[in-house]
């Protein structure tokens, strides 16, 4: 499985930016997907997660009404759109799968991760 996030880039506070995550390497619609992001000198943290049909979606409290994952299974991609940026979502990005298809472990179970994407948001 491979996972290539883009999007990312500078922007300032209050601005909008929309990350996204193609995937290959098996069928994309039978697995849900996730989103974290790290910021330096802190944990990966998760951010938020779309089931397989795209019907079920979980996000961290810090995002709620700022951020919408989204996908589009015909082009094996999954969406980041980000709005009212704050400085505090400065981190490096990455989108993530799990390894059981059919599943709904939002926050846990990713096994694949992509190399990540660095978004910066300034004051």
């Known amino acids: 499985v491979q996972l290539q996030a883009s999007g990312g880039g500078l922007v300032q506070a209050g601005g909008s930016l929309r990350l996204s995550c193609a995937a290959s390497g098996r069928t994309f619609s039978n697995y849900a997907m996730g989103w974290f992001r790290q910021a330096p000198g802190k944990e990966r943290e998760f951010v938020a997660a779309i089931s397989w049909s795209g019907g079920t979606t979980h996000y961290a409290d810090f995002v709620k009404g700022r951020f919408t994952i989204s996908r589009d299974n015909a082009k094996n991609t999954v969406y980041l759109q980000m709005n009212s940026l704050k400085p505090e979502d400065t981190a490096v990005y990455y989108c993530?799968?799990?390894?059981?298809?059919?599943?709904?472990?939002?926050?846990?179970?990713?096994?694949?991760w992509g190399q990540g994407t660095q978004v910066t948001v300034s004051s």
């Open positions: 993530a799968a799990p390894t059981e298809n059919r599943s709904w472990y939002p926050v846990t179970g990713y096994e694949y």
